[in-house]
């Protein structure tokens, strides 16, 4: 059974930074990506960030510039760094564990952080 540990939420004003973290009970590499969605209040769920197998990172436009995803492969630690944090980031952040399999995909994720952005 794959587990996915998110931390690292929280209050922070209007330009500050958080760092989330999602700790897989698992080699990361197993994985085609690893990714952080979120979900704001009456809204659905939306990609945030990903960073594949490889090493190649994809944004969503709006954190572009503010957010870095990066990993730790040794500790099996996927990283948000979100910087210059807006009212708009206000969400759950979901670690998501794209696992895809010779039947389709079956993807993982973790139980959320919450990320509140206010002054």
């Known amino acids: 059974q794959v587990e996915l540990v998110e931390s690292g939420g929280g209050l922070v004003q209007p330009g500050g930074s958080l760092r989330l973290s999602c700790a897989a009970s698992?080699?990361?590499?197993?994985?085609?990506?690893m990714g952080w969605y979120r979900q704001a209040p009456g809204s659905t769920r939306e990609f945030v960030a990903v960073?594949?197998?490889?090493?190649?990172?994809t944004y969503t436009d709006s954190v572009k510039g503010r957010f870095t995803i990066s990993r730790d492969t040794a500790k099996n630690t996927v990283f948000l760094q979100m910087n210059s944090l807006e009212a708009e980031d206000t969400a759950v952040y979901y670690c998501?564990?794209?696992?895809?399999?010779?039947?389709?995909?079956?993807?993982?994720w973790g139980q959320g952080t919450e990320v509140t952005v206010s002054s």
């Open positions: 698992v080699s990361i590499l197993r994985f085609y990506a």
């Open positions: 960073i594949t197998s490889d090493g190649t990172t």
């Open positions: 998501n564990a794209d696992n895809r399999t010779p039947v389709g995909p079956d993807p993982y």
